[in-house]
């Protein structure tokens, strides 16, 4: 078998090993035609793990594929077709959906051959189009949509020829809309849809497209607006530097000339803000604000707006130096992002090796300043004054102003891990939130293992919630420091500056149907554990199943409830000792309160 040609990073949510990793698995298989077996290439397979990390390979040119180096865990395979090619998306072995997918279980040193995912015959949609001026509109990209599909899972493109002709294929038989769309993108025009102009809600509503396909007929593209003006600095016209102008979500950047002069074209009717970056000067909204303001009434197709100016005064600068807490020491590479007292405008940079941070193109005013620090093992927060409240620098306009230094404590941290009651580790997302709202987290790893750092002083809620996305996956009940299903009894983790937390160890129970009550307790409380059952309330006391099993009481005895412990149910309880891929929106689990 031919090695794949290429292999990339498919999402952060999984690190791989090492090459050569005594513990690496392995999958290995083909994409293929699902009426003959005949290679499907190129395509870009994807082996995505229970927390949607994973890697993504190019396939030869018979469509094999190798992933090598792979932790252990449960896996997924989907093969993504080259888009001029007639055919859809598919997970192994022949599945449109996610959740209906086999899934590669996978222990260390794991070798699986001959997964073959196999692609059927696509759809087809045929247009026709030509530019503002009624000639063929060559090199525009075509998108072939559905219009409830929010995620983009079925999209397809293609690109027009010479005559303004577009056919795109491999759109899903299998996709559950029977209504599609037409989207258009191309250089120098507004980006629009068939029908609609620029709102898809009202572009014109296609069939399915089916083998067959479907001829949408010839169309003639929107040009939009123009906008144009001239930029001022203090001394006059600039001669350099970059115009930005925005227009229903659409932004078109272009240089300003010698004379200070910018066009922008192919821009949306819409109300429009325009605003510069130009090297010394403050960045400028129209007509000479320090934030988005004065919008431009721009609604009539083809109209040209001119005498957009902009008047930019000399930019303000801000000096910092990151400097350690205790002991006074440089923190490098330090970044930071000024917000004004709106937060609707933010300006940043990134230290340098002696901790120096310089910030420019500030109007004056008062701003607060955002640092990340977290990779350096300090904190990612804004910085505070003595009373912890978010320090405010006052600017003074078109100055360049005194080096600050500003002291960093270190980050605390902790670690932990979460297995269910028969041991195994838990596929979770451990969020922590801090007394004043602040949230971070991590997933655990393939062992149940995790590590968060960079965590302010303070006090600390933590929530550890299953990962599992579809029914049948591995799943637990979310479960909450020290180690209660319900989540008004958790407590409150004090962790002090620098400190680590103790290591968290925390059981969580087996849920299978997802439904956030432990398969023992429905066992035991005779639900049925396949089923999402939480709603109901089989005794009538008004108290669900589910927050019967959050309350440990009978669900088929009406009885006064009691404040409980609401520990971890089936399990020993717990304590102190701890990818463009759109799928998250898959999660089928229901979050409540």
């Given at each position: 078998m031919s090695p794949p040609v290429a292999a990339r990073r498919l999402l952060a949510g999984l690190l791989l090993s090492a090459p050569g990793s005594s513990a690496a698995a392995t999958l290995r298989g083909q994409v293929v035609r699902a009426e003959d077996g005949g290679p499907v290439a190129p395509a870009e397979v994807q082996i995505i793990n229970g927390s949607l990390g994973g890697v993504a390979l190019e396939t030869d040119a018979e469509g094999r594929w190798a992933a090598t180096d792979l932790p252990p865990g449960r896996y997924r395979v989907r093969a993504i077709p080259?888009?001029?090619?007639?055919?859809?998306?598919?997970?192994?072995?022949?599945?449109?959906?996610?959740?209906?997918a086999e899934v590669f279980d996978l222990a260390e040193d794991d070798v699986v051959e001959d997964i073959f995912v196999r692609v059927p015959t696509g759809g087809s949609l045929s247009v026709r189009l030509r530019d503002p001026a009624g000639a063929p509109l060559v090199g525009a990209t075509v998108w072939v949509q559905a219009p409830e599909d929010t995620r983009g899972l079925y999209d397809r493109p293609a690109i027009t020829d010479a005559e303004g002709r577009a056919t795109v294929v491999g759109v899903d038989p299998a996709a559950p809309f029977t209504e599609w769309v037409v989207r258009v993108t191309a250089d120098a025009l507004p980006n629009q849809w068939i029908g609609g102009g620029y709102e898809d809600a009202e572009a014109t509503r296609f069939p399915k497209p089916g083998p067959a396909g479907v001829d949408a007929g010839e169309h003639q593209v929107l040009g939009g607006i123009s906008v144009q003006g001239q930029v001022f600095g203090p001394d006059g016209p600039v001669t350099e530097g970059t115009a930005h102008v925005y227009s229903r979500s659409q932004v078109r950047s272009v240089p300003i000339d010698g004379d200070g002069r910018y066009l922008a074209t192919g821009l949306p009717t819409g109300e429009v803000i325009a605003w510069v970056?130009?090297?010394?000067?403050?960045?400028?909204?129209?007509?000479?604000?320090?934030?988005?303001?004065e919008r431009i009434?721009?609604?009539?197709?083809?109209?040209?707006?001119?005498?957009?100016?902009?008047?930019?005064?000399?930019?303000?600068?801000?000096?910092?130096?990151?400097?350690?807490?205790?002991?006074?020491?440089?923190?490098?590479?330090?970044?930071?992002?000024?917000?004004n007292d709106t937060q609707t405008v933010g300006l940043g940079d990134q230290g340098n090796e002696d901790g120096t941070l310089r910030i420019d193109r500030l109007h004056g005013g008062d701003w607060k300043l955002y640092a990340w620090a977290k990779d350096e093992g300090y904190t990612d927060d804004w910085i505070r004054d003595d009373n912890s409240e978010e320090r405010i620098f006052t600017i003074e306009a078109g100055v360049e102003?005194?080096?600050?230094?500003?002291?960093?404590?270190?980050?605390?941290?902790?670690?932990?891990?979460?297995?269910?009651?028969?041991?195994?580790?838990?596929?979770?997302?451990?969020?922590?939130?801090?007394?004043?709202?602040?949230?971070?987290?991590?997933?655990?790893?393939?062992?149940?293992?995790w590590t968060v750092d960079g965590l302010l002083p303070g006090r600390w809620r933590l929530a550890a919630e299953p990962t599992a996305l579809c029914p049948g996956d591995p799943a637990t009940v979310p479960v909450y420091w020290p180690g209660t299903v319900n989540p008004d009894w958790q407590g409150w983790l004090e962790i002090g500056p620098?400190?680590?937390?103790?290591?968290?160890?925390?059981?969580?129970?087996?849920?299978?149907?997802?439904?956030?009550?432990?398969?023992?307790?429905?066992?035991?409380?005779?639900?049925?554990?396949?089923?999402?059952?939480?709603?109901?309330?089989?005794?009538?006391?008004?108290?669900?199943?589910?927050?019967?099993?959050?309350?440990?009481?009978?669900?088929?005895?009406?009885?006064a409830i009691d404040s409980g412990c609401g520990c971890a149910h089936g399990s020993a309880g717990a304590g102190l000792a701890p990818i463009a891929l759109g799928l998250a929106a898959l999660a089928r689990r229901r979050r409540r309160a």
């Open positions: 080259r888009w001029s090619l007639d055919r859809p998306v598919r997970y192994a072995p022949d599945a449109a959906d996610f959740c209906a970056n130009v090297p010394g000067l403050a960045m400028t909204y129209y007509p000479d604000a320090d934030r988005p303001g009434p721009a609604e009539e197709e083809g109209m040209a707006l001119r005498g957009v100016d902009l008047q930019a005064p000399a930019e303000a600068v801000f000096w910092a130096r990151f400097l350690d807490a205790e002991h006074g020491s440089p923190i490098p590479n330090v970044g930071g992002l000024l917000y102003g005194p080096l600050i230094e500003l002291r960093l404590p270190l980050a605390s941290g902790g670690t932990g891990e979460v297995h269910d009651e028969r041991g195994r580790p838990a596929a979770v997302t451990i969020t922590l939130t801090r007394e004043d709202g602040l949230t971070t987290g991590a997933t655990a790893d393939t062992e149940g293992q620098g400190e680590q937390s103790p290591h968290i160890a925390l059981i969580a129970p087996v849920d299978a149907d997802l439904d956030q009550m432990g398969d023992g307790w429905e066992a035991a409380n005779r639900l049925d554990p396949a089923t999402d059952d939480s709603a109901l309330d089989p005794d009538g006391d008004q108290y669900t199943n589910l927050d019967e099993y959050r309350l440990n009481t009978d669900p088929h005895r009406a009885a």
